[in-house]
């Protein structure tokens, strides 16, 4: 049974092979439409969500394939208090593969465990999203070519962004790659992530709180949301909320071929003149989510085209 748990469960000929049938789908996406007839796909989502549920649901219906599950715990029997691994096990007997975000770390992992069908996380706490990277990883091809001989600076919550913690793992397998860390003091990137995974595999870093100085460096700028929903104390939040924010006179001073990616949601972190700007792919990131889903829905239930 194959799940997706953490980005690195995939190896990179795996993500390779995701990202291929990801581009065979938006060539002639008519090919998959009855690739999942009569499978189900659940969301289980004790989180909030508009791309990552949306996207997955509309990738199941794009693939033929049928929906179930819930959008907020409170409208299950989470909130008489069942236990993740009680509501995997049963949605196991009813659909044939699962979606779960949880503010807890681990939940999917323990999901996994009992639910008798492929599991994929989609987003735990502060902790890991790797079908984001997925989505991310897509984009970068699409915009860049590849993965080798990059600098991508991450900007914004370094702590609490899940996305950032697995698009890093994932690109920390590529040659070339650099990596600039940009953030507040108090929202540095953890430190098993720099042990890890930056020095383990010795790739060159930099941490600043500067986002001017190193910002004509990067070939890939990926800026995060400063995770409210993370913090603990509501007044360091909102001192910290908005420590950068992306203007188009900021970014007279990148590289023209520049990518700003942002997993979305965006709240004041790029201003919406940005928008405009060819080098802004945030849109076309999200949309991207929705074909590697496809792709990975596929993979996981053995679904050959
Ligand atoms: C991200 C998440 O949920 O971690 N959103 C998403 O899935 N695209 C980023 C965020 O919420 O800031």
Same mark, same amino acid.
């Given at each position: ?5 953490? @980005? ?36 289980? $989502? ?11 649901? !509309?990738?199941?219906? +794009? ?8 959008? =907020? ?8 208090? =069942? ?11 009813? !659909? ?5 975000? #949880? ?39 699409? *915009? ?25 793992? !994932? ?7 650099? $990596?600039?860390? @940009? ?15 930056? *020095?383990?595999?010795? @790739?060159?870093?930099? *941490?600043?709180? #500067? ?17 409210? =929903? ?52 945030? $849109? ?9 889903? +496809? ?11």
């Amino acid at each position: 049974m194959k799940h997706l748990i953490d @980005i690195l469960d995939l190896s990179r000929e795996e993500i390779e092979d995701l990202i291929n049938v990801s581009l065979d789908i938006i060539a002639d996406p008519a090919k998959y439409k009855d690739a999942c007839r009569g499978k189900k796909l659940a969301t289980l $989502f004790y989180e909030p969500s508009t791309r990552t549920r949306l996207s997955f649901e !509309a990738a199941m219906y +794009e693939l033929g394939g049928n929906v179930l599950g819930f959008s =907020e715990a409170t409208s299950s029997s989470v909130s008489k208090g =069942e236990s993740v691994s009680d509501t995997a096990r049963i949605v196991g007997l009813y !659909a044939d593969v699962i979606a779960m975000r #949880h503010p807890k770390e681990g939940a999917p992992l323990i999901a996994s465990r009992v639910a008798g069908v492929p599991v994929i996380n989609a987003g735990d706490g502060g902790h890991n999203h790797p079908t984001q990277t997925l989505a991310d990883l897509l984009t970068i091809r699409r *915009e860049k070519g590849g993965f080798e001989n990059l600098t991508v600076g991450f900007c914004g919550d370094l702590k609490f962004g899940r996305t950032v913690h697995s698009l890093l793992s !994932a690109l920390s397998r590529y040659a070339g790659v650099r $990596f600039v860390l @940009i953030s507040p003091e108090e929202l540095k990137l953890p430190g098993y992530l720099i042990s890890d995974v930056i *020095e383990k595999n010795g @790739i060159p870093y930099t *941490e600043t709180e #500067h986002l001017d100085d190193v910002l004509p460096d990067l070939d890939i700028l990926y800026m995060t949301r400063v995770q409210k =929903e993370r913090f603990f104390n509501e007044a360091d939040y909102l001192r910290l909320k908005d420590s950068y924010i992306l203007t188009s006179d900021k970014l007279r001073a990148a590289k023209p071929t520049l990518s700003v990616m942002h997993p979305l949601p965006r709240v004041n972190e790029i201003a919406q003149e940005v928008d405009d700007d060819p080098r802004a792919c945030y $849109f076309r990131q999200a949309e991207n989510g929705k074909y590697i889903r +496809e792709a990975l829905i596929l993979s996981l239930l053995e679904v050959n085209v």
